[in-house]
């Protein structure tokens, strides 16, 4: 059974930054696409981020130019560096495999963002 573990969130003033991790268990990391997804609340969860095996990423419109996804496949772990926040990033964030997400989601890890 495929385990994800996400870190890294918190509560952070507009303008600042965060680093998300994920940390993922068995044997599907290095070979798959992983992403980050969020989901705001009273919102669906959204795809955030992508990093395929190997190395190209992919981000939604909205975070371009301020976040990073990057994976460390050595430590089956992938990040989101997060800067320039702002309070419509607020969300609980969710790593899986992209671009189909697995069945099974981790707890995520809260992101608010103040203004």
């Known amino acids: 059974q495929v385990q994800l573990v996400e870190s890294g969130g918190g509560l952070v003033q507009s303008g600042g930054s965060l680093r998300l991790s994920c940390a993922a268990s068995?044997?599907?990391?290095?070979?798959?696409?992983m992403a980050w997804y969020r989901q705001a609340p009273g919102k669906q969860r959204e795809w955030v981020a992508s990093i395929d095996s190997g190395g190209s990423t992919y981000y939604t419109d909205s975070v371009k130019g301020r976040f990073t996804i990057s994976r460390d496949n050595g430590k089956n772990t992938v990040y989101l560096q997060m800067n320039s926040l702002k309070p419509e990033d607020t969300a609980v964030y969710y790593c899986n495999t992209g671009p189909l997400p697995l069945d099974s989601w981790g707890q995520g890890t809260q992101v608010t963002v103040s203004s």
């Open positions: 068995g044997s599907i990391f290095s070979t798959r696409t």
